[in-house]
């Protein structure tokens, strides 16, 4: 491996000046500065970035810790935060935690450890409870799609509460009144999504079939057993509402499994506009997100938090879009 002192003495100076010149730092000449870098380019010199770090106590990576990598959702936030961060001269490292908060506290230990310059986290539910007493405070750090209270950090969200009481509203004003929902459990999403389904419910005076209202695990598979316990009940939902795209995956592949028609049978709406609820015959009505804004929006505060540590906190609650398909129908009357 070339060091810099092998760079140093092929370009006939000491290694403070190969330093300077990487550094890109005045009061060098430019002579010296043109047989520093055709030497750094003929040597294939690279700088050891730890160290630097370390002497600087700073770094030029941001980290971005999510619940779920499968997610679309989170798929395009990372997006987002990676145009963002390289645009503003940091890379991105992606963590994924499966909603565990041991495999998340040790992400942020790792992290703090390799002193990244910051955090982008969409945290679970015992993070943001004990999070006072862990690692992660002692980093700029940004919350996105999870709400957390009294804490020294930026946040990024939407309103859940209000964006699903409008998509229930939509199912109540087209005549359903069985309404099934499944939130994701581990998080305050799904709990603010349930309480905007059961807000709306009863602004309707509707009483809430509590047996078909149910936390799952935010994946296909969970979605799918749920649905499926769902639809063999003798007074099975007349709709029902998901909280995000791959519990929206499992319940489409229940209705298929148990040969029911949308809307026909059953009426179906969701968090998330993904490619499959735009294509699945017929449409899915959606509250559709600002995923790519919830990541650069995300990464902007972040690195205004790195360059400002001392600056008062944010919270950023940025808009949904509620679609209308055809998956809802209309109920006869």
Same mark, same amino acid.
């Given at each position: 491996?070339?060091? %810099?002192?092998?760079?140093?003495?092929?370009?006939g100076v000491s290694t403070a000046t190969v330093s300077r010149v990487l550094a890109n730092k005045p009061h060098v000449?430019? &002579?010296?500065?043109?047989?520093?870098? &055709?030497?750094?380019?003929?040597?294939?010199y690279r700088p050891n970035r730890v160290a630097q770090n370390l002497r600087s106590n700073s770094s030029k990576i941001i980290a971005l810790i999510v619940s779920d990598i499968e997610n679309p959702f989170f798929q395009r936030v990372s997006r987002a935060v990676d145009d963002a961060a390289y645009e503003q001269g940091y890379s991105m490292m992606l963590c994924n935690t499966d909603e565990n908060p041991a495999k998340e506290e040790a992400y942020l230990n790792l992290l703090r450890d390799e002193n990244v310059a910051g955090v982008i986290l969409s945290p679970t539910r015992q993070t943001v409870d004990n999070l006072?007493?862990?690692?992660?405070?002692q980093m700029p750090m940004v919350f996105i799609d999870r709400r957390v209270n009294d804490l020294d950090v930026?946040?990024?969200?939407?309103?859940?509460?209000?964006?699903? +009481? %409008?998509?229930?509203? +939509?199912?109540? &004003? +087209?005549?359903y009144r069985r309404i099934g929902g499944l939130f994701g459990m581990g998080s305050t999403t799904g709990q603010e999504r349930r309480e905007g389904f059961m807000q709306a419910l009863k602004d309707h005076n509707i009483k809430p079939a509590t047996e078909l209202i149910k936390y799952a695990n935010p994946r296909e598979e969970d979605g799918f057993t749920t649905t499926m316990k769902l639809l063999e009940m003798q007074d099975r939902p007349d709709a029902l509402l998901t909280s995000n795209s791959l519990l929206a995956a499992g319940v489409l592949l229940a209705i298929r499994e148990s040969k029911l028609q949308i809307p026909g049978d059953i009426a179906f709406a969701s968090f998330d506009d993904t490619t499959c609820s735009?294509?699945?015959?017929?449409?899915? @009505?959606? !509250?559709?997100?600002? @995923?790519?804004? !919830?990541?650069? @929006?995300?990464t902007e505060l972040l690195i205004k938090r790195i360059q400002d540590p001392t600056r008062s906190n944010r919270e950023v609650v940025l808009k949904t879009k509620f679609i209308i398909r055809q998956s809802c129908g209309c109920i006869k009357s």
């Open positions: 491996m070339v060091k %810099i002192k092998d760079v140093a003495d092929a370009a000449r430019s &002579e010296v500065q043109r047989r520093v870098m &055709e030497v750094v380019q003929k040597l294939n006072s007493d862990g690692p992660a405070l930026d946040n990024v969200l939407i309103d859940n509460v209000q964006s699903a +009481h %409008i998509i229930t509203s +939509h199912l109540i &004003e +087209h005549g735009q294509l699945f015959e017929p449409a899915i @009505t959606v !509250i559709d997100q600002p @995923t790519y804004e !919830i990541g650069r @929006t995300a």
